[in-house]
């Protein structure tokens, strides 16, 4: 598995598995994932399923270390202290006593309070690195108003419909590595009929997920494709022997609607009822 080598030197896997609505009945799939090449795991205390990822990756066979664990700090559990105290949490159900990253999971009320938490964990060397998602570059700008620590990851809804290249061009500028959620729209966007992508997957001789997943990766950023499908999962490992041409990243450039599958991260009415959602 090829590597991001973050703004701190820590190597990040560059494809992970995410496992967001991976029931308990399917850690057949983690295990199977991680036996056949995938090294990361994206899940968050939100999904329910940190300790499935603690039993999936004692079951594979793999050491602890061998594989870079991200969890996330749920909108109910901001602030400092309270901060401190889910991500003991997380780690008890991840039965680690380090994450290779820990994320603010949406930039609620108090993220400036929990990144100064985060911070903490960080210095103490409790985390190997420290990172936010669905941070627009407003909030970012206004995180590195409050702190020394400029976050090393930003995990960002994107794909050809919503390629964020605003917010890219910051991330890239400021050494922060722009991961994908939701390559493929949840695939329910139609992306996989998208008559451009599926051209392009006859050409490469791919699918057109492939081509997604492969096209994120020309741009630099990081993919945590979810399935629980040996298939799809080995399809979704298997995008790095083909590059697109300026042309074909240009055509894909333009398939952009600029929009969001999702609630926009500067609602202040979601962010507050989330944080009632446990
Ligand atoms: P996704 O875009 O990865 O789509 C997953 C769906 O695509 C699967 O359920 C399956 O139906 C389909 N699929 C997967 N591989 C395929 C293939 N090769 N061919 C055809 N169909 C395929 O959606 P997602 O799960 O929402 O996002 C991926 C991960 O991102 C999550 O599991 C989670 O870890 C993370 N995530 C983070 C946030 C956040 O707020 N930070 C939000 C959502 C998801």
Redesign the pocket.
């Known amino acids: 598995m090829e590597n991001f080598l973050l703004s701190n030197g820590v190597p990040m896997p560059k494809i992970?598995?995410?496992?967001?609505?991976?029931k308990e009945d399917q850690e057949d799939a983690i295990i199977w994932a991680l036996q056949h090449g995938y090294r990361r795991i994206?899940?968050?205390a939100l999904?329910h399923n940190e300790q499935m990822v603690a039993d999936a990756i004692k079951q594979s066979g793999l050491k602890r270390e061998d594989v870079f664990i991200?969890t996330?700090l749920w909108n109910s559990d901001h602030g400092r202290e309270k901060t401190l105290a889910a991500f003991e949490k997380s780690l008890a159900r991840l039965d680690t006593d380090y994450a290779d990253l820990y994320?603010i999971?949406?930039p609620s009320a108090h993220y400036v309070e929990s990144w100064q938490a985060i911070t903490e964990l960080y210095n103490k060397g409790r985390i190997r690195a420290a990172g936010v998602?669905?941070f627009t570059q407003k909030q970012l700008e206004e995180l590195d108003r409050h702190s020394d620590l400029v976050p090393m990851v930003d995990?960002?809804?994107t794909?050809p419909y919503i390629q964020q290249r605003g917010l890219h061009r910051y991330l890239t500028d400021h050494q922060i590595q722009h991961e994908?959620?939701?390559?493929?729209?949840?695939?329910?966007q139609n992306l996989?009929r998208q008559p451009y992508l599926m051209e392009l997957a006859a050409k490469y001789k791919k699918?057109?997920?492939?081509v997604i997943?492969h096209w994120n990766l020309q741009r630099d950023i990081a993919i945590?494709?979810?399935?629980?499908?040996p298939?799809?999962?080995q399809?979704?490992l298997d995008v790095f022997d083909f590059m697109l041409d300026d042309q074909e990243m240009d055509q894909i450039a333009s398939l952009d609607k600029h929009g969001r599958h999702?609630v926009d991260p500067e609602n202040k009415l979601f962010l507050w009822l989330s944080s009632f959602i446990h």
Not at 16 to 22: A, D, E, M, N
Not at 180 to 188: I, R, T, V
Not at 207 to 210: D, E, F, I, L, N
């Open positions: 992970g598995l995410g496992v967001y609505q991976v994206d899940t968050a999904y991200t996330k994320l999971h949406w998602a669905n995990q960002v809804q794909n994908a959620w939701g390559p493929f729209g949840h695939g329910n996989f699918t057109t997920a492939q997943l945590i494709p979810k399935s629980v499908h298939d799809r999962l399809e979704n999702f």
